[in-house]
């Protein structure tokens, strides 16, 4: 059988996307997914300030804004802000990387959400210690599963 480069680029897009039906991370999803960007060390709650709207009627472009209480000096400063969504096909949504630099601990961009979930919110400092803060939100028409 002779594969024609049209019949490859289709089984290419469609083999692609297959994964993605119906594939939601699970709360153990989300759990092993923290678990590695904590190394083995746990998390303290507070100082992190996760702000998400409590109810999002399309999944698909939804605000976060994430802050944290630090000085922001060469002695002590955020070191990096992870966020995990525990609904989403991939848990892992996104890491920003910050220094003294970066003159405060915020940040705020859009995220996708594919169904009601809580997101959490987790910053390692430069003294190595993690600090979590997390958010609840209820979507009525998730994002991360259409085709």
Known sequence: MTVTRRTFVISAAAASVLP???????????TQAVDKILGGRSAQVGRVT???PPLVENG??????VSVQSPMTEADYVRAVHIVAEGNPLPNV????????SGRAA??????LGDSQRVRAIAQLSDGSFWQG?????????????V
């Open 134 to 146: 997390d958010a609840a939100t209820l979507v009525t028409l998730a994002a991360c599963t259409e």
């Open 60 to 65: 698909n472009l939804v605000t976060m804004k």
């Open 20 to 30: 993605t039906l119906n594939a939601f991370a699970t709360v153990d999803d989300a």
């Open 50 to 52: 996760l702000e998400i």
């Open 94 to 101: 996104v890491s920003f990387f910050l220094s003294p630099r």
């Open 107 to 112: 940040v705020t961009t859009r995220i996708r």
